[in-house]
């Protein structure tokens, strides 16, 4: 019977996904050795708060000195405090030290990704990022290796799960935006401040990373066009439906014309789409390559266990040598400009009803042609009528100059609401 090779991980940080790693390697270490041959186990765990209760941690492990941790016989360093600092400094020290890091980081990553990627490769160790995005979900691993033989085309994800969440809410249980965002909040999926997930910089730093593995470069986080969710109303998700769409937040990157273009919006699904059936905080991605075709990945892109299970992966990948460096090549990915035509869902918070006609004319005159129009009347004196379009294919510039002609007309009683709809 052959024996199983020792390996030792410094864990830094233990909260949500670092107790979850220490709950996952112990249920499952047996059939990690019976897989993989190797036989796992913690040299110290880095915390901020000794006495802070952590179910099934081994309190003797723990400690406040960064350096017990990094410095003290492990063979991979795990990452998993996040934000900007101390966690970079944590792993440039691990890298120097020559030391395989794991991380978990996408704010480190989308930052200073390429850096640290850069100084691992010369440093000979290797840095593992599975977890950084869609958690459970093994799509970098995916994207590096699986489809490795492929020109990928494009893109296509639900990538916050607290956006995904909230737009579930609205849609199936009639919420309005505030009460779902708290909602998700009290459940743990949502930041207290919300801004990053909401406004759509979360799905943007994911998108900039999944992209650049795809299309093996560069590319600025400034180069993600972003729109958030904020204005959606629970009267937008109920009209889609009626259209026979879901409202999403879409994470979009496509190649085309020699460079790649890459936006977070909210977007009109059609029902059969297989992004609109996915559900509260899961995630998803499409990925369309040259020679698989479409395929489809979906799963838990948040929690304890499904990102420990990420985490979990990469630490054993490396401790069975089974991944070589990986590389991110210096050249910047071109950007494209590319202003695809998309069909459009307008909403214009109106005084009067009868605007209606008044707006219509001003798209036409911008050559937007208007394939339904519906104008809402307030029901009560609180409420205010809307007027709303379903336009033909149109370009954002074209859409640009035809809302800002429309916001000049003094019929708006608050902000317009304007929103793709996907094929
Ligand atoms: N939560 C998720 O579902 C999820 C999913 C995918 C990726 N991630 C990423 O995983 C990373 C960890 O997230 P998390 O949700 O587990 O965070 P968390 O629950 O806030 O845990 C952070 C841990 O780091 C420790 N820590 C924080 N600052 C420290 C410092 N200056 N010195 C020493 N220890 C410090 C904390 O110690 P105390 O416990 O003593 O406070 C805590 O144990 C982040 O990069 C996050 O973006 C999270």
């Known amino acids: 019977m052959s024996t199983a090779r020792h390996y ?11 107790q979850g790693l220490v709950e996952l390697v112990n249920r499952n270490r047996g059939l990690i050795r019976e897989r993989s041959g190797i036989e796992l186990s913690f040299t110290k765990i880095l915390v901020r708060d000794l006495a802070k209760k952590r179910p099934g941690v081994d309190r003797n492990l723990l400690t406040i000195q960064p350096d017990h941790v990094i410095n003290n016989g492990c063979d991979v ?67 590096q290796s699986g489809l490795v033989g492929n020109s990928i085309r494009s893109l296509t994800g639900i990538l916050n799960g607290t956006c995904n969440y909230i737009l579930t809410r609205m849609a199936d249980a009639g919420m309005p935006f505030v009460d779902a965002l708290r ?22 730093q994911k998108l900039k990373i999944l992209a650049e593995i795809a299309w093996g470069g560069r590319i600025a986080l400034e180069t993600v066009q972003i729109e958030g969710i904020r204005n959606i109303t629970l009267d937008d998700v109920d009209s889609a439906r009626k259209l026979g769409y879901a409202v999403k937040q879409v994470a979009h990157a496509e190649f085309n014309d020699g460079g790649v273009s890459l936006s977070v919006h909210p977007a009109l699904l059609p029902m059969a789409h297989p992004l609109a059936s996915v559900r509260d905080e899961n995630n998803a991605v499409q990925v369309k390559g040259d020679a698989v075709g479409e395929m489809f990945f979906h799963g838990k892109g948040a929690g304890s266990l499904p990102s420990a299970s990420a985490v979990l992966s990469d630490i054993v990948d490396i401790a069975s040598h089974k991944r070589s460096l990986t590389r991110i090549s210096a050249r910047a990915v071109p950007v494209a400009g590319a ?17 209606i006609g008044k707006i ?44 800002s002609m429309v916001s000049t007309l003094g019929l708006l009683q608050g902000d317009y609401v304007a929103l793709r709809l996907a094929a």
């Open 360 to 403: 219509t004319s001003a798209l036409e005159r911008q050559g937007i042609g208007v394939d339904r129009a519906a104008a809402i009347w307030a029901k009560t004196s609180s409420e205010q009528s809307q007027v709303k379009f379903v336009t033909q294919s149109c370009q954002a510039d074209t859409l640009r100059a035809a809302l």
């Open 77 to 143: 360093v795990v990452e998993l405090v996040g934000g900007l600092e101390p966690a970079r400094s944590f792993i440039q020290r691990a890298l120097s030290g020559r030391k395989h890091v794991v991380t978990a980081n996408k704010a480190l990553l989308a930052a200073d990704g390429f850096a640290l990627l850069n100084k691992a490769v010369s440093q000979r160790v290797q840095f593992g990022f599975e977890a950084s995005v869609c958690a459970g979900i093994p799509i970098i691993r995916a994207l």
């Open 8 to 18: 030792k991980i410094g864990l830094l940080g233990c909260g949500t996904v670092g």
């Open 183 to 204: 909602e998700a909040q009290g459940k743990g999926f949502a930041e207290a401040d919300p801004t990053l997930d909401v406004d759509g910089y979360d799905a943007a």
């Open 339 to 355: 202003d695809l035509p998309y069909q459009r869902y307008l909403r214009f918070p109106v005084g009067e009803p009868s605007a």
